[in-house]
Each structure stands twice: as C-alpha cells, then as structure tokens.
C-alpha cells in the first residue's frame, strides 16, 4: 500500500468519545454528506453516495485499536485504507487521518491526491464540529 495523503484536526472531546463516533459506520451519515446509506452489521458495511465520487459503492470493513480506527474499502473503483490514529492532547484529541491506497491502482493517483486530500479533510473537519456540539450539548 502507499500513502496518499495525511489530514489532522484537534477535536475537544475525549479519545473514548472520538474512537466510539469513527468505529461506528452509522455516524458516516452524519458528518460525511457524501454519504446516502450504510447498511450492514457487525464490521462489514455496504455504503453508497448520492453524489459523483470514485467509490459510488463500496464494502466498508472497519477494525479498531484502543489507539486506531481502521476503515477498509473494497469493491468500489479505488481500494483503499483510511487510518484514524487518536492521541489524547490534555482535554482534546489529536486525529491524525493517512489514506493508503493498494498498489497498482489504474488511477491517476498523483492527480487525484490534492482533491481528495481536500475532500477529506473537510469531511474531518464536519467530523469535529459534530463531536465538539455533542459534547457541549
């Protein structure tokens, strides 16, 4: 695999609070608009989008760690592993986000890579506006 890109954001909320939001594909719905349906349960997930993307549908597999969250993506155009990585900064949380990509993809990748690293991070992003109103709410 090679790494396409790295996005970070600080979210005020707990590790806890973050790792239970991203190990749950369910939650895409709310800070991913992309994002139509999830259906699935367990670890394995079917997503589809309502919007023009690489992956219209995709097979969502999500692993974790006390530390990671996983997402491995299948059967869409684009193979891909999104790693969340998650470190505790006094009362808020470090996201550190890495797109891998499968070798050999017939993709422009070197291309795509500025537009979805851009995508991406405004998904993060909505991801911490959305966990920051949970947590004052």
């Known amino acids: 695999m090679n790494k396409l890109f790295t ?3 600080l979210i005020t909320a707990d590790r806890a609070t973050v790792h239970a939001i991203l190990a749950d594909a369910q939650q895409l719905l709310t800070w991913n608009p992309a994002i139509s349906s999830v259906a699935g349960n367990g670890h394995q997930f ?3 989008r309502t919007t023009a993307a690489l992956n219209q549908h995709e097979l969502l597999t999500i692993t974790t760690t006390p530390n990671q969250v996983i997402y491995d993506s299948t059967g869409g155009r684009l193979v891909y592993q999104l790693r969340f990585h998650l470190t505790s900064v006094t009362d808020q949380t ?3 986000e890495e797109l891998w ?3 050999g993809s017939h993709l422009p990748l070197k291309l795509l890579a500025p537009i979805a690293k851009q995508a991406f991070a405004a998904n993060l992003n909505q991801l911490r506006r959305l966990i920051e109103h949970r947590v004052v709410s």
């Open 101 to 103: 990509t499968a070798d």
């Open 46 to 48: 079917r997503i589809d």
């Open 7 to 9: 996005n970070q954001v």
């Open 94 to 96: 470090l996201i550190e």
